[in-house]
């Protein structure tokens, strides 16, 4: 069974902070892992995958998400944060031999000015 | 620009009552997916299909069903709406031929059943 787990339900940074986001999964077998952000009000939005090669992988707007298969985690990270990050994220993985994407319950970033 | 599209965005339904939500996608892929969210928590899957004209279970597929008529549309019913359905849902299409398997999702609909 996969699991994904979000252990910080929020997170409160100011604009110019640096800020990680955890996220640790369990299962058996190779995995694709994902983040996606939501902004209120509106559907998920991909930001960074992982699947093999250099555990460190660059998304969209300053974002990268470290590998760690030691720790069975993926860490999203953003060196400075802008009030525009202020979202909720979710990490998400899947077996390489399936269909199924199972989501975090994610965390809600809010960045104060 | 792959899109993925839901209609209605908003809806009040009555117990009950049928409800059907709509979702169209022009990105060519061949999975979609229907999902619920509930407030503070992740996305459960209700509904998937890989193919037109065939549709499977997902986790929480209780009191739904599902419709895929073509690639590009896929429609999730609720015959008999109740007060444990509201929530938003969210649409979203894939390939899970494309290495990781990146999902594409529509802005989610609204559902209150009162």
């Known amino acids: 069974t996969q699991t994904v787990s979000q252990s910080d339900a929020h997170v409160t940074v100011f604009e110019g902070d640096s800020v990680e986001l955890r996220c640790n999964y369990s299962?058996?077998?190779?995995?694709?892992l994902s983040w996606y952000i939501q902004h209120h009000g509106r559907g998920l939005q991909f930001l960074l995958k992982y699947y093999s090669g250099n555990p460190v992988v660059q998304g969209v707007n300053g974002f990268e998400a470290e590998f760690s298969k030691s720790d069975s985690s993926f860490h999203l990270r953003k060196a400075s944060v802008h009030w525009s990050d202020s979202a909720v994220y979710f990490c998400?993985?899947?077996?390489?031999?399936?269909?199924?994407?199972?989501f975090g319950s994610g965390t809600r970033l809010l960045v104060s000015p | 620009e792959a899109a993925v599209t839901q209609s209605p965005r908003s809806k009040v339904a009555v117990t009950g009552g049928k409800v059907t939500l709509s979702c169209h996608q022009t990105n060519n892929h061949d999975y979609m997916y229907w999902y619920r969210q509930d407030t503070g928590h992740g996305l459960r899957l209700i509904h998937y299909?890989?193919?037109?004209?065939?549709?499977e279970k997902g986790d929480i597929p209780d009191g739904y069903k599902a419709s895929r008529p073509s690639q590009e549309n896929f429609s999730l019913i609720l015959e008999l709406a109740s007060l444990s359905q509201t929530a938003v849902y969210f649409c979203a299409s894939s390939d899970p031929g494309q290495r990781g398997d990146t999902q594409y999702f529509g802005p989610g609909t609204r559902l209150l059943v009162l």
């Open positions: 998400a993985v899947r077996g390489t031999g399936g269909y199924k994407v199972v």
């Open positions: 299909s890989y193919v037109a004209d065939s549709t």
């Open positions: 299962y058996g077998g190779s995995i694709y």
